[in-house]
């Protein structure tokens, strides 16, 4: 567990977007390098509206493509739909936040230069293009789906009835790291 102390401590050295400014439907904290030894990160609130909860968030990385960053078994709650919302943001401001990261620009500078997102059309989760991405996943390794489906602990009568919502981030997050697929290309491939 984190210490609570070192929580709080980077909250206040970030910047909180709110959706207002983001067109998000979550705040999203930006910061600079300080003593980071990874790249570019956006810490995402896992509640959606403008409720600031840095203890409910998660990090995406920048590069390559915006992607979860798996620390300390890092979960998530949010859904397909926002999630891809945030990754299409941080490829939209991909330039400005990085600029941030690396202190070139001050933080008035990073929220002007800053191009929200129009959450419309709303991005659809895609049953069919997860399972045809499951098939093509069985054929590149040789594999049938339902052993696809076992190595990636889901069970194969999902391709019989339709996921919850609750559950399809999680279906996605176990396929990608089983086959080792990056986890933000495999959500743009079920989404549209």
């Known amino acids: 567990m984190c210490d609570p102390a070192i929580i709080e401590d980077d909250a206040y050295t970030m910047a909180n977007l709110r959706p207002a400014d983001t067109g998000l439907p979550m705040?999203?904290?930006?910061?600079?390098?300080g003593r980071a030894r990874h790249d570019a990160r956006v810490r995402v609130c896992q509640?959606?509206?403008?409720?600031?909860?840095?203890?409910?968030?998660?990090?995406?990385?920048?590069?390559?493509?915006?992607?979860?960053?798996?620390?300390r078994k890092q979960k998530t709650n949010l859904t397909t739909t926002n999630l891809a919302l945030a990754f299409a943001w941080i490829r939209r401001n991909e330039t400005t936040i990085v600029d941030y990261w690396n202190g070139t620009i001050s933080t008035?500078?990073?929220?002007?230069?800053?191009?929200?997102?129009?959450?419309e059309p709303p991005?659809?989760?895609?049953?069919?293009?997860?399972?045809?991405?499951?098939?093509?996943?069985?054929?590149?390794?040789?594999?049938?789906?339902?052993?696809?489906?076992r190595e990636a602990g889901m069970a194969p009568e999902f391709l019989r009835k339709p996921a919850s919502k609750g559950h399809r981030i999680d279906m996605i997050i176990r396929v990608a790291q089983a086959f080792d697929v990056d986890i933000?290309?495999?959500?743009?491939?079920c989404i549209r």
């Open 108 to 119: 008035v500078e990073m929220v002007q230069r800053l191009i929200p997102i129009e959450p």
């Open 184 to 189: 933000g290309e495999f959500i743009n491939q």
């Open 123 to 149: 991005l659809e989760w895609r049953e069919d293009l997860f399972i045809a991405r499951i098939k093509e996943l069985a054929e590149t390794t040789g594999k049938s789906v339902t052993a696809v489906m």
């Open 27 to 33: 705040v999203v904290w930006l910061s600079e390098r």
């Open 47 to 71: 509640a959606l509206g403008p409720a600031i909860q840095f203890n409910n968030a998660v990090s995406i990385a920048v590069y390559p493509e915006p992607h979860l960053v798996r620390e």
